[in-house]
């Protein structure tokens, strides 16, 4: 079964870009058997679907965080990243990552992790 | 864009009733890519239902999913107490989540 780990900095200035690692366990990135996602949720309210990466580098990201987010992938390491950049107060979110195999929905989540944005 | 909403906002049952939680859709879903997931306060969400109506791994089967286009339930037949969660559901191709039904006990 594949089990996710975020990993990165919890505090993060305002203007700055946060970087998250997710670390898959229990299966490859390689393998193609998976879509990789990021998905966020704000403290108290719903869930927000950041973008995903397969195996193969090619990415899919929300159009109305588009233009400030990159998710990467390192194979060798069996993780993949997201960078999202200049932040607000508005991008203080639980921090997901997340496993798809088929593209429609998400099988295995990560447990999270919490990114504020303070100065 | 399609817009999931979810209703009622809030659900106050009773261990042991029937819960029905309704997702609906601005514009016709296709039934394979509809899901379900139930979150747990400082927990993940856990897939219950994919294609509007499979049950994920391990899911009991008090679990069902059904409906079509824009309209769309998740039935729990008898409420269990670790079932008192928030659920949410979510459509392929743009990923987005309606804003969840708070299941809580009565």
């Known amino acids: 079964q594949v089990q996710l780990q975020e990993s990165g900095p919890g505090l993060v200035k305002p203007s700055q870009t946060l970087s998250l690692t997710c670390t898959v366990s229990g299966g490859s990135i390689s393998s193609g058997d998976y879509y990789w996602s990021w998905i966020r949720q704000p403290p108290g309210k719903g869930l927000e679907w950041i973008g995903y990466?397969?195996?193969?580098?090619?990415?899919y990201y929300n159009p109305s965080l588009k233009s400030r987010v990159t998710i990467s992938v390192d194979t060798s390491k069996n993780q993949f990243s997201l960078k999202l950049s200049s932040v607000t107060a508005a991008d203080t979110a639980v921090y997901y990552c997340?496993?798809?195999?088929?593209?429609?929905?998400?099988?295995?989540w990560g447990q999270g992790t919490l990114v504020t944005v303070s100065s | 864009e399609i817009v999931l909403t979810q209703s009622p906002g809030t659900l106050s049952l009773s261990p042991g009733e029937r819960a029905t939680l309704s997702c609906r859709a601005s514009q016709s879903v296709s039934s394979s890519y509809l899901a379900w997931y139930q979150q747990k306060p400082g927990q993940a969400p856990r897939l219950l239902i994919y294609?509007?109506?499979s049950r994920a791994t391990g899911i009991p089967d008090r679990f069902s999913g059904s409906g079509s286009g824009t309209d769309f339930t998740l039935t729990i037949s008898r409420l269990e107490p670790e079932d008192f969660a928030v659920y949410y559901c979510q459509q392929y191709p743009m990923y987005t989540f309606g804003q969840g039904t708070k299941l809580e006990i009565k």
């Open positions: 294609g509007a109506s």
């Open positions: 990466i397969y195996y193969s580098g090619s990415t």
């Open positions: 997340a496993a798809s195999s088929f593209g429609y929905y998400f099988d295995y």
